[in-house]
Each structure stands twice: as C-alpha cells, then as structure tokens.
Nanobody
Framework: QVQLVESGGGLVQTGGSLKLSCAAS????????MGWFRQGPGKEREFVSA????????YYAESAKGRFIISRDNAKNTLWLQMNSLKPEDTAVYYC??????????????????WGQGTQVTVSS
C-alpha cells in the first residue's frame, strides 16, 4: 500500500527554520513528481513546492522562493522541505503528495493521487 508519512513540524518563532520530512513507501512506478502543499485555517489547500523524483527539477510557489528548498533522496524514498525565514502566514498543515507524469505545471492538488496525513507548522508572531 502507498504510504506517505510527514514529520518535522512544530512551533517556531518568526524568522526561524524547520525541516520537514516525508517518508514514502509502496509508490507505483509511474509516480513522477513529489510535492509539498499546505492548508492554513479556513483556507484552500495551496501548492508550496515540487520536485521531479528522478531528474530532480524543482518548482516553487512565489511565496516559497528564496526561503524554502525542496530536496529528495530517491534511493531512500525520502523527501524534504527546508523552510527558512518563517512567517506567521506560513502557519498551516503541510502535506506530502505524489502524482504521475503530466504535461501541466505541478501546482494543482487535484493532480496528485497520494497524500500523507500532514504535519502541523505553527509560526508565532
């Protein structure tokens, strides 16, 4: 069975850093992209970052550029999101997700078939 398990969330002050991890198992061979999404209180789920699982190409939401770094070790089936210079508006549940190869940009959560349970990130002001 497919499992995506996030960890590394917590409570930090404005300007602090966190590194989220996603441990993947049972992924089908046609999974091509891994991504991070987040959902704050009363908000829609939004794209944060994505990476091509094999080739390593990356994509970032405008809000993440210059602050967040996505990386992976496909031999270890692990995905990370390094988050720096955190702001209160980064407060959300962060989800790891996987999708098959597509032609669209990897920004739509509806294109992702597999999801983890999420990890809470809270940034205090």
């Amino acid at each position: 069975q497919v499992q995506l398990v996030e960890s590394g969330g917590g409570l930090v002050q404005t300007g602090g850093s966190l590194k989220l991890s996603c441990a993947a198992s049972g992924l089908p061979d046609d999974v091509y992209t891994m991504g991070w999404f987040r959902q704050g209180p009363g908000k829609e789920r939004e794209f944060v970052s994505a990476i091509m699982w094999i080739a390593g190409g990356t994509y970032y939401a405008e809000s993440a550029k210059g602050r967040f770094i996505i990386s992976r070790d496909n031999a270890k089936n692990t995905l990370w999101l390094q988050m720096n210079s955190l702001k209160p508006e980064d407060t959300a549940v962060y989800y790891c997700a996987a999708r098959r190869k597509g032609k669209r940009l990897p920004t739509d959560p509806n294109d992702y078939a597999y999801w983890g349970q999420g990890t809470q990130v809270t940034v205090s002001s």
